[in-house]
């Protein structure tokens, strides 16, 4: 995210029942290199890149910016979580301004179909919700990613539009913050 407001960055490491969300460490570059190379996350990105590339390309200490959450599992990344302000001129808004957050999250395979992505997700919006109170998050993801559109219904967000982007039909959708419920009194 470009502007965390008065969000602190990076937050103390966050833990959930399995795993710890933190910023990014020099011990994370293979497994970011892993992440961007892998041909089954590139089948939801835009394709793998070129191993050799991102050896030369990836720094000592990748994604060490505002926004970006390493997933720890036993003391390995497994994935990341982005938050970043969603680019003006791209399709899918729903603020007239736009800039929305967009919620992003990458897993290696092995880490696919165990639940983390919603564990880590859900910790992450949570902070979220805590540093930035009122703000909506956006979501995009392929229409046919069936697995990451299960998580985001999981998650509360829920379908605004449709649109081409990249070559394939796109599904967005937003998670409204929650208003707490005035309380009745008798």
């Known amino acids: 995210m470009t502007e965390l407001g008065t969000a602190v960055w990076p937050p103390a490491p966050m833990k959930t029942e399995r795993l710890v969300l933190r910023g990014s460490e020099a011990r994370d570059r293979a497994a970011f290199i892993e992440l961007f190379a892998s041909p089954e996350v590139g089948a939801h990105i835009g394709g793998p890149r070129p191993r050799d590339e991102l050896e030369r390309a990836v720094p000592e200490v990748p994604g060490r910016r505002p926004g970006l959450f390493v ?3 036993d003391g390995a990344m497994i994935g990341m979580i982005t ?3 969603r680019d003006a001129g791209r399709p899918g808004h729903v603020r007239p301004d736009a800039q929305e957050a967009e919620l992003g999250f990458m ?3 092995e880490a696919w179909g165990r639940g983390y992505a919603g564990e880590a997700c859900a910790a992450v919006l949570d902070w ?3 540093a930035l109170p009122g703000e909506p998050v956006v979501l ?3 229409t046919s990613h069936e697995r990451a559109l299960r998580l985001a219904a999981k998650l509360g967000f829920t379908e605004v539009e449709r649109f081409e982007e990249y070559g394939a039909e796109q599904w967005f959708g937003v998670r409204l913050p929650v208003t707490p419920t005035p309380r009745m009194v008798s």
Do not use: K
């Open 71 to 73: 997933i720890e599992r």
């Open 128 to 130: 979220f919700a805590d």
């Open 107 to 109: 897993l290696l395979p």
């Open 83 to 85: 938050l970043d302000r």
């Open 140 to 142: 995009c993801t392929r």
